[in-house]
């Protein structure tokens, strides 16, 4: 029997949108440009977080109930996942090749062929220092593609029953995820006195950029799709969840310096984030505010957007297109713009014609095996 596709979720659409939006503030502005938002932009780095356990969510809710009736074909689903992820991928490191000569000069020898090789592969992250090799933003899909393979097993995990002894087991994973980052701030490894988003040790980079500490957000974000489906739609609950999601984070991250980096950067605001995207699963007006055709139409480009910040902010500014156009004086405004119609366009002219391709590609490629298998037998 086959397994009804759920519904979409258009407000977690939406808020992809103001997410990839706060990376690119994050990394190309100065957050006091947006008042009371302002420690929001200046923690830009938890949208990352965000979105490996909104991944988590979001394959549990389509594929869990496929992987507990053994109607998950893996093969299938991982050559789905690699169809959605590797073109703008691609695209971001083609567009950073220019970057080479500087990553050659800041790496070893070593170091250098170990990033040229692995990074292709999507397995940078697994070194920590080639983790944010020739395009910084990608060391999250090579964390993320550990995690498609993964998700297959963990997604088989047995449907809870009740939902204390899952807020538990939730409970647990959400401390084992601050593990990382508590460890961090007991033996401070490099030596920082108070570790912030402009601070570098080794040590750091492996906490903030590598598969191994992120993973506990992703089997978080699994394990609250099952929590998603013992809450009913239109649940007043949902409403008050997404509030206290929203207004918690924003009243952690007001707290500034006050907040350990370390743990910030990933662990603490797993049940925040948790309470939002619960909150917008739901029918409530907070989920309709958020999922209005604008915000879902952009944040369907979030990834592109996410993924290809760097190399179109450099080709935007390297070409020196505004200044020739006399709209230089706009910027960098414009060049948000600009950033969201690039993004935009990705979307629709490079991705999913290469996303089709690619499995039609493969889909031969598999009637071709199936056909030789065939006349061998």
Sequence with gaps: MET???APLKALTGLRCFAALNIVF????????????????????????????LSGFVLAYNYADRARNR??????????RFTRIYPIYFLSLLLSLNLLRSESQSHTHAMFWTGVVLTPLLLQGFVPAVATFLNTPAWTMSAEAAYYVIFPWVAKWKRPERMAPHLIKMAGVWALGLVPG????????????????????????????????????FVFGVMLADLDRMIERTARLRLWLGIIGFGGIYALLSLGSLMPYPIMHDGVLMPLF???????????????????RPLVFVGEASYCLYLLHFNLWNLIH???????LGLIRF???????????L??????????????KLREWMHATTVVKSERVGNKE
Excluded at 343 to 356: G, S, T
């Design 318 to 324: 390297g070409s020196h297109v505004l200044d020739a």
């Design 331 to 341: 910027d960098p405004w414009i060049s948000y713009v600009l950033l969201i119609a």
């Design 71 to 80: 109607e998950l074909d893996r093969k299938r689903f991982w050559e789905a």
């Design 343 to 356: 993004a935009v366009f990705a979307l629709h002219f490079i991705e999913k014609p290469a996303q089709r």
């Design 274 to 292: 948790g309470c939002i995207i619960l909150g917008l699963a739901g029918e409530n007006p907070l989920a309709h505010a958020l999922g209005v």
């Design 4 to 6: 009804r596709k759920p």
């Design 26 to 53: 994050f990394h190309f502005s100065n957050p006091q440009w947006f008042g009371f938002l302002a420690p929001v932009v200046n923690a830009g780095f938890i949208s990352v977080s965000y979105f490996i356990l």
């Design 182 to 217: 508590a460890l961090y701030i007991a033996f401070n490894p490099d030596g920082i006195a108070r570790p912030d988003r402009w601070s570098y040790g080794p040590w750091l980079w492996a906490l903030k950029y590598t598969p191994y500490t992120h993973v506990f957000s």
